[in-house]
């Protein structure tokens, strides 16, 4: 068994490469204090923080120690291809946060400089060049987002439907607004009306 698997048992989340926490199936654990984690030679390393023994975990999991063991040990040859398959693994992982990493940062960047934007445009909304920077920079901090979080491949396509009830707290808004821009104010004004 790998310890990927027995983290898939445990219901485990990752606590960094090649380690995972879980919460034990063996005592009515209310914190993660099952560390697993992966050895040089690709054996599953375990242990309880609160006292489990390991057979007891492996029990409540409907395990026993011989499924934690795949066979003879490995031959130093295996257990140099185990730890170049595990560099090259944790390099994959390594570059994709740093990927990630970047991404979330272009977002945030972006998003200061929409919200610099359009503070700037509120105070001189006849600024066409302003204007025209700031929905450039909306169009590629939608973008930037888009592509940090990018939408399931199963909801791609599907119309989204309005719910079939507008709120009552939605509706009294919108009149609001409806009947303000309708005497001839300004939304922003409307606005600062209705929260003063």
Known sequence: MTPEAL???????????????????AHADSSPS???AEGKDGRVLMRCWAGCATKDILAACGLTMRDLFA???????????LATERKTRDEVE?????????KRDRVFKLGQLVATLGAK??????????????????????AAEAELYPAHAELRGLPMEAPAETPAWLADA???????????????????????
Not at 94 to 102: K, L, P, S
Not at 121 to 142: N, V
Not at 180 to 190: D, F, T, V
Request: glycine share 8%; with cysteine; aromatic share 4%.
């Open 121 to 142: 445009l509120a105070r001189s909304p006849d600024d066409d060049k302003l204007a025209e920077l700031f929905h450039t920079s909306c169009d590629r901090f939608c």
């Open 71 to 81: 066979g003879n040990p490995a031959t130093p040859q295996q257990m140099a291809a």
């Open 34 to 36: 099952l560390s697993i």
């Open 7 to 25: 983290a898939a048992i445990v219901n485990a989340r990752r606590a960094g490469v090649g380690k995972w926490q879980a919460r034990c199936p």
């Open 174 to 196: 919108l009149s609001d607004i409806g009947r303000n821009l309708s005497q001839g104010k300004g939304p922003l004004e409307a606005g600062l009306e209705r929260i003063a």
């Open 94 to 102: 390594r570059q994709q946060r740093t990927r990630d990493r970047a």
